[in-house]
């Protein structure tokens, strides 16, 4: 049974960590939230000690190390993005692998740094990248690799994710912390369109505000026009229609993928690949991670070229603007 501890306690993401733990047989010693809403935690590991100061926290774990002798295998990391690469840090210096959410980093050079450290500590960062463990994504990734060698795939890459006012005052709403819609609800299929067709040739940004981004990637075997937008009005009139807020669709070759299910046990089972030392690491994730880096340094270049139908929707205001 191997000793977890967990950062983000609060946050949306940690139940999906916290079942990862239990289901895989180990156990959870400490946990961190500066709130205090982890309720959560009598489902899975009520006997879990948790704290909302990282002081008090840290002494905690130098505590279980040096009177009871228990050393920390793992550090689950669920926190805003930008302190991922705190965190994992923070990890490596207890002597615990690091297992931590997308984006892993905000910026490519991080991912260099980390790599000193892991390999001045000899602990490993893992990657929560589950899409790679998707069985619709698995079935793709198969069909490419049994296509023609040149071939070359047309796909439409279409999310839209509406979300409240409460996003923009929330970190996800400043860039800066989030890494702007590219990163926040993009980074990971970036990763499977990089995981599934290879090294990317462009990067093309249409569209960027605060609501929405709209752009065209080329990576060797695929052209994939791509839009992202947090904004309702973005959404097609037959999903409002049905009262539903949330919009997924990747068209392959005009033929839609079926992604609709499948989620419920995919963090277990990246656990499940980490802990026997298959997981994905720091130079898994690069390429998706220079991809939104790119995109949120881009000028957008307006509707020109092979943009995605979406990009040309109505622009809105920042609600806090209006």
Same mark, same amino acid.
């Given at each position: 049974?191997?000793?977890?501890?967990?950062?983000?306690?609060?946050?949306?993401?940690?139940?999906?960590?916290?079942?990862?733990?239990?289901?895989?047989?180990?156990?959870?010693?400490?946990?961190?939230?500066?709130?205090?809403?982890?309720?959560?935690?009598? #489902?899975?590991?009520?006997?879990?000690?948790?704290?909302?100061? @990282?002081?008090?926290?840290?002494?905690?774990?130098?505590?279980?190390?040096?009177? =009871?002798?228990?050393? /920390?295998?793992?550090?689950?990391?669920?926190?805003?993005?930008?302190?991922?690469?705190?965190? @994992?840090?923070?990890? !490596? &210096?207890?002597?615990?692998?690091?297992?931590?959410?997308?984006?892993?980093?905000?910026?490519?050079?991080?991912?260099?740094?980390?790599?000193?450290?892991?390999?001045?500590?000899?602990?490993?960062?893992?990657?929560?990248?589950?899409?790679?463990?998707?069985?619709?994504?698995?079935?793709?990734?198969?069909?490419?690799?049994?296509?023609?060698?040149?071939?070359?795939?047309?796909?439409?890459?279409?999310?839209?994710?509406?979300?409240?006012?409460?996003?923009?005052?929330?970190?996800?709403?400043?860039?800066?912390?989030?890494?702007?819609?590219?990163?926040?609800?993009?980074?990971?299929?970036?990763?499977?369109?990089?995981?599934?067709?290879?090294?990317?040739?462009?990067?093309?940004?249409?569209?960027?505000?605060?609501?929405?981004?709209?752009?065209?990637?080329?990576?060797?075997?695929?052209?994939?026009?791509?839009?992202?937008?947090?904004?309702?009005?973005? /959404?097609?009139?037959? @999903?409002?229609?049905?009262?539903?807020?949330?919009? &997924?669709?990747?068209?392959? =070759?005009?033929?839609? !993928?079926?992604?609709?299910?499948?989620?419920?046990?995919?963090?277990?089972?990246?656990?499940? #690949?980490?802990?026997?030392?298959?997981?994905?690491?720091?130079?898994?994730? &690069?390429?998706?991670?220079?991809?939104?880096? =790119? @995109?949120?340094?881009?000028?957008?270049?307006? /509707?020109?070229?092979?943009?995605?139908?979406?990009?040309?929707?109505?622009? =809105?205001?920042?609600?806090?603007?209006?």
């Amino acid at each position: 049974m191997r000793k977890f501890a967990l950062i983000g306690l609060a946050g949306y993401v940690a139940p999906r960590h916290l079942k990862a733990i239990k289901d895989t047989g180990n156990d959870l010693v400490a946990a961190l939230d500066k709130f205090d809403s982890v309720g959560v935690m009598d #489902s899975y590991f009520p006997n879990a000690d948790f704290f909302v100061e @990282i002081e008090r926290f840290d002494r905690y774990l130098e505590k279980l190390k040096y009177e =009871e002798g228990k050393v /920390l295998d793992y550090m689950s990391i669920c926190t805003p993005n930008y302190l991922h690469d705190s965190h @994992i840090r923070m990890a !490596l &210096r207890r002597g615990a692998d690091a297992i931590c959410e997308k984006p892993l980093v905000l910026n490519p050079w991080n991912i260099d740094a980390l790599q000193k450290m892991e390999k001045e500590s000899g602990r490993r960062i893992w990657n929560i990248l589950q899409l790679r463990m998707h069985p619709s994504i698995l079935e793709l990734k198969k069909k490419v690799e049994n296509a023609p060698k040149d071939k070359v795939f047309d796909i439409d890459l279409t999310y839209i994710t509406s979300r409240g006012h409460w996003y923009y005052t929330s970190w996800k709403g400043d860039e800066s912390k989030s890494g702007g819609i590219a990163t926040n609800i993009g980074v990971h299929f970036y990763d499977m369109l990089s995981w599934i067709f290879g090294d990317v040739k462009r990067n093309t940004v249409h569209v960027h505000s605060h609501d929405r981004a709209g752009g065209y990637l080329e990576f060797e075997r695929a052209r994939v026009r791509w839009f992202l937008s947090i904004n309702y009005n973005a /959404l097609p009139e037959e @999903i409002k229609e049905k009262g539903q807020r949330t919009y &997924r669709s990747i068209l392959i =070759e005009g033929e839609e !993928l079926e992604f609709s299910g499948g989620f419920t046990d995919l963090h277990t089972k990246v656990y499940e #690949s980490i802990l026997a030392g298959e997981g994905y690491g720091l130079e898994d994730a &690069r390429q998706a991670i220079e991809i939104v880096h =790119e @995109i949120r340094n881009t000028k957008p270049k307006g /509707l020109v070229g092979e943009y995605h139908p979406f990009a040309s929707k109505d622009l =809105e205001p920042h609600p806090f603007n209006r």
